[in-house]
């Protein structure tokens, strides 16, 4: 009975909406609603490459896509450094689920409104640059806001609780002894993280760097808020496919080709897995 | 020579007391033991000596010098934990070697060479904790615990996780190593029968204080209270209250080891009883009755080739003077 809703909701939320994407890809575009012609009908085969060969046409969308990749690259690293110095100190803590809570309250505000509270700090006239124009420690306004910076800044910041809890979890059960042991054998804080804690949680940071990854490649809102409005990643790109340009196929090819891309890692991950 | 030196030290966990002022010597050379149940405070006083806790009153004395306050990483002191906390992401050779790395000891290869011989861990230097038996981990843990030479070892539990036939050999080898480095080891254990046939001495720890401190001969024979009698293996608790006792000293309580008793033909006027037999098990060698009279049963070892009464039989019992040890306690 569960197996069969579990099968149920995988083929409906999953199999059946990427089997959609992927046939749009190849079809064509048409006036009307939905504004597309898919790719197989009545009369067999009338679907098209066209779309696909625009992904490679220019170097438009192979930009975004790379810069994209970059972005969730960094933000990733940052989230994993920070999170799991944050994971070590909440694992070690005497009431961890009281600080686990603090890591993942930003999530209880809503998202939109936390980019905005982002917003309002950044801005010429917002916070941080009234403070200190008031403080005489500048004369004009600092631009943060639609930067590489800002869009860093609250790309960690939305991500980071992905990366904090499967490395808590895993630094929580991590069997002390074995680092008394490294103490014991003469090793000091940092020799005992870098010998024995880290190579140990290794997997957990492994998984906690691709749950932020993926979702940090094909990120729209936050770049779009935060960001400098010149650099196109392959999420807006596909959103202006989608909403402004209404071309779905070239859209679909795009998304598809994105998932494509994030199978590798996850791929790897899972081999890597495997020969543990 | 004295080694190590315990003054004073006291440890509360909260309002629990577990170490209560507690003094003690250990001398270079010397195997010793740690005897006690759960709670006795012998495993804190063991993290103690290591490091990991820090005491709220006394000193740590090593060698001359008040090491009280050093971090682990400091001390000269190793340990070999229970269940040997070797590292499982690394081989052999390298848990064996991580100490020597830390120090920077020069011609690491030859020294870990050295103790892969000297523990008969030949062939195995590229295997993950993992794939090696326990008994096999056992060797590693006390390899890497000697590897940078330290004068003091401390052994948590050291063969609790191996097989019981396994156990008495590792024990004979341990005690061999152990004379051959001339080494000092603190052993930890609440196996009486362990710390009997391993240690030059025996500390048998209660409620966080030494109940006695002596070789194991002698606290064997002469058990100084109740607690170390009880836990040295069953030994009979007599009371002169019922029973007519003529000891060689008086006493409140004496010890009478189970195989200071005889069966005997009639009630003796002294030092013997009347009693029902409610259990006997023949173990080969001997047979262990236990016997009901006076008000409690005690605990009989009878020579195996010789009479044994039937379940349920009533005996008479009795003992020498000379079996009745007094008890401070």
């Known amino acids: 009975m569960i197996r069969a809703a579990a099968w149920a909701s995988l083929l409906l939320l999953v199999a059946a909406p990427l089997v959609i994407i992927v046939a749009m890809g190849f079809g064509t575009t048409a006036p009307g609603v939905p504004p597309v012609v898919p790719p197989l009908g009545a009369a067999g085969w009338q679907g098209s490459l066209e779309a696909w060969g625009l992904l490679f046409a220019d170097t438009y969308y192979l930009d975004a896509m ?12 940052l989230c994993l450094v920070l999170g799991f110095g944050m994971a070590l100190g909440i694992a070690s803590a005497r009431s961890p689920g009281l600080w686990l809570a603090l890591v993942l309250l930003p999530f209880w505000a809503g998202f939109v409104l936390r980019l905005a509270a ?22 004009e306004p600092w631009q943060m806001l639609y930067t590489e910076g800002a869009m860093l800044l609250g790309m960690v910041h939305a991500y980071l609780p992905l990366a904090v809890l499967p490395l808590t979890a895993t630094l929580a059960k991590r ?74 196929p070239a859209a679909a090819a795009l998304s598809t080709a994105l998932l494509a891309l994030l199978l590798l890692p996850i791929a790897l991950y899972q081999r890597l897995s495997v020969a543990r | 020579m004295t080694l190590l030196a315990i003054q004073g030290v006291t440890k509360r966990f909260g309002a629990a007391l577990a170490l209560d002022a507690l003094s003690l010597t250990i001398g270079e050379g010397e195997f010793f033991a740690l005897l006690g149940g759960s709670g006795s405070g012998k495993s804190t006083l063991l993290r ?11 000193q740590v004395i090593l060698q001359g010098r008040d090491i009280t306050r050093l971090t682990p990483p400091e001390r000269p002191v ?45 062939g195995l230097e590229a295997r993950r904790p993992n794939q090696l038996s326990g008994g096999q981990q056992q060797r590693v843990a006390l390899a890497r615990a000697l590897a940078r030479r330290p004068p003091l070892v401390l052994l948590d539990e050291p ?54 401190v002596a070789p194991p001969r002698e606290l064997y024979e002469r058990p100084a209270t109740r607690e170390v009698a009880q836990f ?25 080891r189970p195989e200071r008793i005889r069966l005997a033909s009639q009630l003796p006027e002294v030092n013997g009883m009347e009693a029902q037999v409610t259990e006997i098990a023949f173990r080969g060698g001997d047979a262990l009755l236990l016997a009901r009279g006076g008000g409690q049963v005690l605990r009989v070892v009878v020579p195996g080739g010789t009479f ?16 009745l040890v007094p008890l401070s306690a």
């Open chain 1, 66 to 77: 790379l810069r994209s990749l970059r972005l969730a690259g960094i933000t990733a690293t």
């Open chain 2, 159 to 212: 063969l609790a996780a191996l097989d019981s036939g396994l156990r008495e050999r590792t024990g004979l080898e341990l005690r061999a190593l152990q004379r051959r480095l001339g080494t000092s080891f603190v052993m930890v254990t609440h196996d009486q029968a362990e710390a009997l046939s391993l240690a030059d001495r025996v500390a048998v720890l209660h409620r966080g204080r030494i109940a006695q």
């Open chain 1, 175 to 248: 069997d002390i002894r074995l680092e008394e042991a490294a103490a014991d054998l003469g090793a000091g804080r940092w020799v005992v993280c870098f010998t024995v804690t880290l190579p140990l949680a290794a997997p957990a940071a492994a998984a906690a760097f691709l749950l932020v990854f993926i979702p940090a490649a094909g990120e729209v809102v936050i770049p779009e808020v935060l960001g400098a409005p010149d650099s196109v990643l392959i999420g807006r790109a596909i959103w202006g496919e989608f909403f402004q340009t209404r071309d779905w």
């Open chain 2, 48 to 58: 103690i000596i290591a490091g990991f806790e820090q005491p709220d009153a006394g």
């Open chain 2, 78 to 122: 190793t340990m070999m934990f229970q269940s040997y906390a070797l590292f499982p992401h690394m081989n052999v050779a390298d848990n064996i070697a991580y100490g020597l790395r830390r120090a920077g000891t020069p011609d690491i290869a030859t020294r870990v060479g050295d103790l892969i011989e000297l523990l008969r861990l030949q």
């Open chain 2, 308 to 323: 044994l009464p039937d379940h349920g039989a009533r005996v008479f019992l009795e003992w020498d003077a000379a079996a």
């Open chain 1, 118 to 139: 982002w917003v309002g700090l950044l801005r010429d006239g917002g916070w941080i640059n009234a403070t200190l124009m008031q403080l005489g420690l500048i004369s």
């Open chain 2, 232 to 256: 040295l293996g069953a030994a009979n608790i007599l009371e002169p209250g019922g029973l007519h006792l003529r000891a060689e000293s008086e006493a409140f309580a004496y010890a009478l």
